[in-house]
């Protein structure tokens, strides 16, 4: 499996409060994904980093915001948390131009009350 | 833009049987294709890929899938279902035009199988 970790695993939070999940790499890989699971959607991308500082919006970017100092650590933010950003989050990262799959990692399961 | 079509939301299958997904795709050129696997409450399992080499790709577990360009498919199959093979399963195509040269993958809604003894 490839080296990637999610923290926290599970979340509960209040509608309102601010998120920030962690996604951390072992794989010196140069991009790293935020991707959304809801029933019904399959996985849709947020956003999307293409080195440390360089980042970009996916699809669902709205109300989310990222961050990347270290090559290894990719930040996912929730400014202030809605009801439907309940979801499953998974990270991801890929080695392009040597490949094109991405690898992903365990998920974290939030939830906005 | 690039799309991706999983015809059944929903497979059930006897064990010892074969599986049949089905997924076409829409690309606007030669597209790198997926499947991924996901059991449940785990996390997405690179089952197999294409990238423009052999048309016919083998992949983990004794899955395999056929690229075939002119009915934009790309179903995935098993000779013989297991148990084990229970789970979730996304159709995925790559796009590589994106900022800063990686590559936004684009997910079918996904195909829950399901094996009966």
């Known amino acids: 499996d490839a080296g990637i970790t999610q923290s926290p695993r599970h979340k509960v939070t209040e509608t309102g409060t601010p998120v920030t999940l962690r996604c951390h790499q072992t794989?010196?890989?140069?991009?790293m994904y935020w991707y959304r699971q809801d029933p019904g959607h399959g996985l849709r991308l947020i956003h999307y980093?293409?080195?440390?500082?360089?980042?970009d919006k996916g699809e669902v970017s709205d109300g989310y915001s990222v961050s990347r100092s270290k090559t290894e650590d990719f930040l996912l933010t929730l400014e202030s948390a809605t009801s439907s950003q309940t979801s499953v989050y998974f990270c991801?990262?890929?080695?392009?131009?040597?490949?094109?799959?991405?690898?992903f990692g365990p998920g974290t399961r939030l939830t906005v009350t | 833009a690039q799309s991706v079509t999983q015809l059944d939301s929903h497979v059930s299958v006897s064990e010892g049987t074969p599986v049949l997904l089905r997924c076409n795709y829409s690309?606007?050129?030669?597209?790198?294709l997926f499947w991924y696997v996901q059991h449940p409450n785990k996390g997405l399992q690179l089952l197999l890929k294409?990238?423009?080499?052999?048309?016919l790709v083998k992949g983990i577990n004794g899955f395999e899938a056929e690229f075939k360009k002119s009915e934009t498919s790309f179903h995935l199959t098993k000779p013989s279902a297991h148990m084990s093979d229970a789970a979730e399963y996304f159709c995925?195509?790559?796009?590589?035009?994106?900022?800063?040269?990686?590559?936004?993958?684009?997910f079918g809604t996904g195909t829950q199988l399901k094996v009966e003894l």
């Open positions: 991801a990262i890929s080695d392009v131009p040597v490949s094109y799959e991405q690898y």
């Open positions: 794989e010196n890989h140069r991009y």
């Open positions: 980093s293409y080195g440390v500082k360089d980042t």
């Open positions: 690309s606007s050129y030669s597209p790198s």
């Open positions: 294409y990238t423009s080499a052999a048309t």
């Open positions: 995925v195509v790559s796009d590589r035009g994106v900022t800063g040269g990686g590559n936004k993958l684009t």
